[in-house]
């Protein structure tokens, strides 16, 4: 091992001096000093999650402050506050980022839509960062070009997902005057300190135990080497400006902000000194979240900032125990998925398990979501169609569908109300969805009255529920269906034969056989021929006698009648 430098004896010793042990090692040429507890870091004491007073939404979700369920509990009625660290924009989306932003969008619309709560969301758009000034260099472009055509692309890929637009997207070059004074309340409160290079970090051993909320930190690594920082735990509100990076001027000197603060500041300058729901990717949990957490309480002198942290597990490719990340080059560009999949598809591939847990990303399991989709789509179609009497069928037994709608409601909303449990929500939905279709079976003869009603009520249910993933592009739709009536006109045209049926000249009987006539053949062919092209297309028509149904499936798929 190389000799420890000076001033990591120096900064050692303050170490020591707070209870803490030292490890060193050396890793590709950089001296890691690893901070290893002399007593139990994580004091419950100091970092007792405290319950918030308020509106109980009756949901229980997982907190990553406490690694436990916990009530969710709202500072105010049926409003949620709910900041989302957003992307930073220097390359493109990939698979990885869709995979948790589509995530906490079905989470916020499982909580405006079921238990009626107005998400009020504001998601940070980082367009200054180390990794943004480096590729500008590499690409000859200047840092703010860069930036906005990469945010730019990125919200045109969270729209291919259906994905909800925040409340607002806050830039942080466009805060850099909040950020100044919001570090200058940190030094002010003695939580910070200003280097002879210019640069301000946070103190962390100014909070003691306090730092530490999300993860215990015995073991964290932490980069001493020429770093002008008094602990390894410290970490950048400001950064000096080093020559031809942006810089903005501030009462240290020229520089631009670190990564956490921007955060802090901008949630803050919306919601103030108490937040209901942060979201982020369980990777941001340290150090990002917890950092946010560190200098947020510090500058707002309070003892809980953020009441609940939710994390979104990480995408995996499947066999691969590696996440899927641009550093790795193992990714597939959001562009580049939906020339296979649709957003649709993405999003039952994400509502098939727990938000928070990971997902493996494969064909098979992309598939599987497809079936599952083709499967939802073809009951709303079909229910449809019996509604509005195209599909003619058997007598159902309504009081057992009405039974299977009532426990269906019941148990899908005590399963979202545990942790958002889409699995068991989807099969819950797909339960009810096979009962429907076992009595929607097509019949020629039909006796007694129609169940209209039930069918409405199951239809209206599944697409409430299921309206994350259920294709309905309305004008398609619509012209879709005059098409087929037109062709359903047609045919009955060409189906019908003279009201006097032709007699046998030898008998006198009347011929039970009736064909349509000669002349009408053509437009039948024609007909049949329209309905085997659209097929093709994803325009499924079903003829049943005089009359036909149809459904709207992702191109090119085969359909299994």
């Known amino acids: ?125 980082t367009d200054i960062d180390d990794k943004i000034i480096q590729r500008s260099l ?60 210019g640069n301000v970090y946070f103190d962390t051993q100014s909070i003691g135990n306090r730092y530490g909320k999300l993860v215990n930190l015995g073991g964290i690594v932490g980069e001493l080497g020429a770093q002008d920082k008094r602990d390894p735990r410290d970490f950048a509100l400001w950064k000096a400006s080093k020559p031809h990076e942006p810089h903005w001027e501030s009462p240290w000197g020229q520089g631009r902000p670190g990564w956490h603060i921007e955060c802090s500041t901008i949630a803050s300058s919306v919601f103030g000194s108490q937040l209901d729901i942060h979201s982020g990717g369980i990777d941001l949990a340290f150090p990002h979240h917890e950092n946010e957490i560190a200098q947020s309480e510090a500058y707002h002198q309070c003892e809980q900032w953020g009441n609940y942290f939710l994390h979104s597990g990480h995408l995996h490719l499947k066999g691969s125990v590696e996440k899927m990340s641009k550093s790795l080059k193992n990714y597939v560009t959001i562009k580049d998925f939906l020339k296979s999949y649709t957003a649709n598809e993405f999003r039952l591939f994400c509502l098939l398990t727990r938000y928070r847990s990971a997902i493996d990303y494969s064909d098979a399991s992309m598939n599987e979501a497809r079936s599952t989709l083709s499967t939802i789509s073809a009951f709303c179609h079909n229910a449809q169609a019996y509604m509005q009497g195209h599909l003619q069928c058997q007598p159902t037994e309504e009081g057992i569908l009405w039974e299977r709608l009532s426990a269906t409601q019941s148990s899908v909303r005590k399963a979202l109300a545990d942790d958002f449990d889409t699995p068991k929500t989807v099969d819950a939905i797909m339960s009810l969805i096979h009962h429907g279709n076992c009595q929607l079976q097509p019949a020629t003869k039909v006796d007694g009255q129609r169940s209209a009603a039930v069918f409405g009520a199951m239809l209206s249910y599944v697409r409430e529920i299921m309206g994350e993933v259920h294709d309905s592009s309305g004008v ?19 189906l019908s034969v003279e009201d006097q049926a032709p007699q046998d000249p030898h008998t006198g009987s009347e011929i039970q056989k009736r064909h349509p006539e000669p002349d009408r053949v053509p437009l039948l062919k024609d007909c049949d021929a329209l309905r085997n092209n659209l097929a093709p297309l994803g325009v499924h028509i079903k003829d049943r006698g005089t009359n036909s149904t149809w459904e709207i499936t992702r191109r090119g798929e085969t359909r299994k009648d």
Request: hydrophobic letters at 40%; glycine letters at 4%.
């Open 1 to 125: 091992m190389e000799d420890v430098p000076y001033n990591t004896l120096i900064a050692n010793v303050r170490l020591l001096n707070s209870g803490l042990r030292i490890r060193h090692s050396i890793h590709n040429g950089v001296l890691k000093t690893s901070l290893l507890s002399s007593h139990n870091i994580c004091s419950r004491a100091e970092r007792k999650w405290i319950k918030p007073a308020g509106f109980d939404t009756g949901v229980k979700t997982y907190n990553s402050l406490t690694k436990q369920k916990e009530p969710l509990v709202l500072a105010q009625e049926r409003i949620a506050t709910w900041y989302s660290c957003g992307p930073t924009v220097y390359d493109h989306a990939h698979l990885g980022h869709a995979c948790s932003y589509v995530r906490f969008d079905i989470l916020q619309r499982i909580l405006s839509r079921i238990f009626e709560i107005n998400v009020i969301h504001v998601m940070v758009i």
């Open 138 to 197: 590499e690409q000859n472009i200047s840092p703010t070009v860069l930036a906005r055509m990469h945010e730019e692309e990125f919200k045109r890929d969270m729209q291919a997902l259906r994905v909800l637009p925040p409340a607002v997207y806050m830039r942080v070059t466009d805060n850099i005057p909040q950020i100044v004074a919001f570090i200058k309340r940190i030094i002010g409160n003695g939580h910070a300190y200003v280097t002879s290079q």
């Open 476 to 494: 398609l739709n619509n012209v879709v269906e005059e098409l087929v009536h037109f062709r359903s006109k047609v045919r009955k045209f060409a």
